[in-house]
């Protein structure tokens, strides 16, 4: 506006337009004229009552409203208000421009404040007069109000329409695809919206169709393929299933197809190569099987490929190469295999690549890239190997670089300070080892940077990073590191940082640096050395911004304090905190105080916690009762409370549509029967009660909670012996985990019980994956009895099986279809009242480790099929009646006597007891029928291969042995070292825990 003077004709202003022949004003564009502050209530501007032509966009007017006087200016035929901070209602008078050709009052600037709205009064008057109209957007207008069934009135000359990100709600009607003139349609960011695109009677010249995040009912009409125009088509997010129709193979004009976020499942179809002009194409978030597809080869106009978190399988190909203008690739989330590619060399206009979350192997290649223009590197979640390779500083304009999560070595690069452009570093999860280079303090553009769980040592200097005064998001955790915090002087801040880790970094203090941190939002000291109370000082760091604190395994005493406002997410589990509970804030997430000295009762506040996802109180001093409305909580899933004092009962009422995961009550007091309301925690995962004075029958009717994967019941009072378990149901079909020992049980084992243990009869893909169970902030825990020990596996490995029936009433002979079980690990059944023969069929139950069969009444001989069971580790048939020779072959040699103690008729090694003319016979028990051995190795070789079991062998690294160690596990893992466990940590704030255009 630097040519606005007063003395000169206004027509000779920029952004002025006169009429030719009357001189007067009639347009009028100050767009992008850095315009700021309100528009006074007298300005000129509604005195020009030839104005045709309007354009204040991309100003800002600080949240003034829209004049009503807008609608004086009657010769409008062009308004443009977007993207200039207005606020407030769409005056009425907007309505009465009647010759308005374009409309454009969008509020849109990327986020979800709506400062602008629209009532429905003004929308169907709008509609009304408004019948010249060819271009109406709206975008991030509040158009909530409205009813999408009025917009089927729009002008028939419309054009084009984007109602983008405008809280519409509802079902939007046909009639607004069938417009005659429209060819640009926005309607996506609408998360509530619902329709169908028209089955018939639809050839319209649309160029454009984004209808992105609008629920369907139905597929995909054939008759979009009469969109011969289409250029781009947007239906992500639309809840469409099945494959991808073949309609689409007509839209031959596409450069931009969007299918994500949908559940569409098969392999990509071929047809899609028939949209030869296709430029940009997002699959990602579908269920798509199969190898990466062949019709890419031939897209060689691609720029941008997403087929992100499906499942494809197989190596990437190499045909990749062909693609010379790509810019944009992301193969994330998959499981494609083999060695990491070479020939994106090529790939010379590359500006993000995504290859995280795969499974490729090996060195990344020395020519790897040969692109100037990349920008964004995610290699993070494969098995790659090696050192990081040097030729990443040719990489001039890197942004982002993430290699965590894979099996890079050696010692930390010193060629990192040539990325001068870098922004976002994440090196963690690796096996790095030395000292922290210093190079990395040149790299002052830095706002995130990870290190952590890797084996880097030395001592770091913290004031040094006070360098990178850009820094946001630091984590050192989880090294050798031994961070010191003194040498600060008044030059070391950290504007803008907000998310600190220092996990297991040897500090023996709370750094007093904290107390510069204006922005602290996550703090995590977890894992040090700090002891006695939290500083006064300390309760005022982050008042107003902390939402997330992490201070567990440390030595830190006194009581508990919550000064933080804005608290969300609370860990100060394992320390020697005393006293009461604190009162939570209402809108807390996540508590977690195990494992300290707390006394005292729950607080009935705590019945005002509305978010409330994960609450572990457990090993603990608390005491009373359970306030009832922990049954009622819709947003907990994860209620641990074990190892406390609470007596009274379990809380009676569990509402409906509740998402309870977990439920651990283990080791109190409580008393009384269990309540059957538990049948509605219809996501049930793990149930202990074990360890109460629980009374009342068995509660059958827990099997038809069909997630149910753990049932703990043990030592209790429980009777009974009605299974409710008939031939129409599926009882238990998930459970791995069933204990019901030292009750008072009693009738016949539940053969129909063990034709339901699906989970136990079949290994699945699980066998095939070390998973625990759990979540990102607690992993659930149980007690198991082997050997006559107890043992706390404080994670539950996902293949984990056991049966523990032991010290009931039992009667009756084990059924023989218990040997379907062959998934099955740790089966105890000692301590009842059984009778006859043990089931051959056992033999078949491939994956036992431990069986206890004692103190029982079963007779006859030991049935040679149990040779078969080439894991078990602990055998115990002591105090029956068994008879006959003890069979010999394999690993049976290796059980000592007292294994069969108190069965006078059996003989045979290792017993004193010999068989005399039997030693032959015994032999022959374990022969095939062609008298050749079944199997060609001794149980020396398997105790090698195999150590202490497929599974006890993964789980003895996180038992805890309470009262005693298990000493053939000592005898096989005499001298080895224990791995280190790491955790990987979540990216709190940059990945989401709990677009495309």
Not at 66 to 92: E, M, V
Not at 311 to 316: D, N, S, V
Not at 502 to 516: D, K, M, T
Not at 783 to 811: A, C, P, R
Request: with cysteine.
């Amino acid at each position: 506006m630097m040519s606005w003077k007063e003395d000169d004709d206004c027509c000779t202003w920029d952004g002025v337009t006169c009429d030719s022949v009357t001189g007067r004003v009639i347009g009028l564009d100050l767009s992008c004229s850095w315009l700021y502050g309100n528009i006074p209530s007298n300005t000129s501007l509604f005195l020009l009552p030839q104005l045709k032509t309007l354009n204040l966009s991309f100003n800002d007017f600080k949240l003034s409203k829209i004049f009503p006087d807008f609608g004086r200016i009657s010769s409008l035929t062009h308004l443009n208000l977007s993207t200039s901070n207005f606020s407030g209602h769409i005056p009425f008078e907007i309505s009465h421009l009647s010759k308005l050709v374009t409309l454009d009052i969008s509020n849109y600037f990327g986020s979800n404040d709506f400062h602008v709205r629209i009532e429905r009064l003004v929308f169907e008057r709008l509609v009304q007069n408004l019948t010249v109209l060819t271009e109406l957007v709206l975008d991030g207008v509040d158009m909530s109000s409205i009813v999408p069934s009025s917009m089927k009135n729009l002008s028939s000359s419309l054009n084009y329409l984007s109602l983008w990100h405008c809280k519409l709600q509802g079902n939007v009607p046909v009639d607004i695809f069938r417009l005659p003139n429209l060819q640009f349609l926005w309607l996506g960011y609408n998360f509530n919206l619902t329709g169908n695109l028209p089955k018939v009677n639809w050839s319209t010249p649309l160029k454009i169709l984004d209808v992105s995040d609008m629920s369907m009912s139905e597929q995909l009409p054939n008759s979009i393929s009469n969109l011969f125009s289409l250029r781009k088509l947007y239906l992500s997010n639309c809840t469409l299933v099945g494959s991808i129709p073949a309609a689409l193979r007509n839209l031959t004009q596409l450069t931009s197809l969007s299918l994500s976020n949908n559940k569409f499942n098969g392999q990509i179809p071929s047809f899609l190569s028939n949209l030869a002009n296709l430029q940009h194409l997002f699959l990602r978030n579908n269920n798509f099987i199969g190898q990466f597809p062949e019709f890419v080869f031939n897209s060689t106009l691609l720029q941008s490929l997403d087929l992100s978190s499906n499942q494809l399988t197989g190596p990437i190909p190499s045909f990749l190469s062909n693609l010379a203008n790509l810019y944009y690739l992301s193969l994330s989330n998959n499981n494609f295999i083999g060695q990491f590619p070479k020939f994106f060399f090529n790939l010379t206009q590359l500006f993000q690549l995504d290859l995280s979350s795969n499974q490729l192997t090996g060195l990344i290649p020395v020519c790897f890239i040969n692109s100037s223009q990349l920008s964004h590197l995610y290699l993070s979640s494969n098995q790659l190997t090696g050192p990081i390779p040097s030729f990443l500083l040719n990489l001039a304009n890197l942004h982002d670089l993430s290699l965590w999560n894979n099996n890079f070595i050696g010692q930390f690069p010193e060629f990192f300070f040539n990325l001068s452009q870098l922004q976002s570093l994440d090196l963690s999860s690796n096996q790095l080892i030395g000292p922290i280079s210093s190079s990395i303090f040149e790299l002052v553009s830095l706002t995130f940077l990870d290190l952590s769980s890797n084996s880097l040592n030395g001592i770091i200097e913290f004031h040094m990073f006070s360098k990178l005064k850009n820094l946001r998001y630091l984590s050192l955790s989880n090294n050798n590191l031994s961070v010191t915090t003194t040498g600060f002087n008044v030059n070391s801040s950290f504007p803008q940082l907000g998310s600190l880790f220092l996990s297991a970094c040897n500090i023996s203090e709370f750094p007093g640096f904290l107390r510069s941190l204006d922005h602290l939002s996550q703090l995590d000291l977890s894992e040090n050395k700090i002891h006695g109370h939290i500083p006064n000082w300390m309760l005022e760091i982050g008042k107003e911004t902390l939402s997330w604190l992490n201070l567990s395994h440390n030595s830190l005493t006194g009581t508990i304090q919550l000064p933080w406002k804005n608290l969300i997410y609370l860990d100060l589990h394992s320390n020697m905190f005393q006293g009461l509970l604190p009162i939570p804030q209402p809108y807390m997430r996540l508590i977690l105080l195990s494992n300290n000295n707390l006394a005292g009762e729950i607080p009935n506040l705590i019945c005002n916690m509305s978010f409330i996802e994960i609450l572990d109180l457990s090993n603990n001093s608390l005491s009373g009762i359970i306030p009832e409305c922990m049954g009622n909580f819709s947003t907990l899933h994860v209620l641990d409370l074990r190892k406390n004092r609470f007596n009274g009962s379990i809380p009676r009422t569990f509402a409906k549509g509740n998402n309870y995961r977990t439920l651990n009550f283990n080791n109190n007091k409580l008393k009384g029967s269990i309540p059957w309301s538990l049948i509605n925690c219809s996501k049930l995962e793990v149930l202990d009660l074990g360890n109460n004075k629980l009374n009342g029958m068995f509660p059958y009717w827990l099997g038809n909670l069909s997630k149910l994967q753990v049932l703990v019941l043990r030592s209790n009072k429980l009777y009974g012996s009605n299974w409710g378990c008939s031939k129409t149901k599926n009882c238990f079909p998930k459970l791995k985990i069933f204990d019901l020992s030292n009750n008072k049980i009693s009738g016949i084992l539940p053969a129909r019980y063990f034709k339901n243990l699906y989970a136990m009869t079949d290994f699945g893909d699980a066998q095939r994956r070390l998973q625990y169970m759990g979540e990102d902030y607690y992993q659930d825990s149980v007690m198991v009895t082997w050997k006559g020990f107890e043992y706390q596996l404080v994670k539950i490995i996902t293949i984990f099986t056991t049966i523990d029936f032991s010290n009931n009433n039992f009667h009756g002979e084990i059924p023989e279809v218990i040997g379907k079980l062959r998934a099955l690990h740790l089966l105890n059944l000692s301590q009842n009242n059984l009778t006859g023969c043990i089931p051959p069929s056992i033999g078949n139950m491939s994956a036992l480790e431990s069986l206890d069969l004692s103190s029982n009444k079963l007779v006859g001989k030991i049935p040679w099929q149990l040779t078969k069971l080439n894991f078990l580790g602990f055998l115990n048939l002591s105090k029956n009646h068994l008879t006959g020779p003890i069979p010999r072959d394999n690993h049976f040699d290796t059980f000592p006597n007292n294994s069969y103690d108190g069965n006078l008729a059996l003989c045979g090694f290792p017993l004193s007891n010999t068989c005399g003319t039997y030693d032959e016979t015994t032999q022959l028990l374990s022969k095939s029928d062609d008298g050749k051995s079944s199997y060609s190795f001794g149980w020396k070789e398997v105790l090698i291969g195999y150590g202490c079991g497929k599974v006890l062998g993964v789980t003895m690294g996180y038992l805890v042995f309470s009262t005693g160690k298990p000493q053939w596990v000592i005898r096989i893992v005499e001298g080895e070292q224990p791995r280190k466990r790491r955790t990987l940590n979540n990216k709190h704030g940059r990945r989401s825990p709990m677009g495309e255009y």
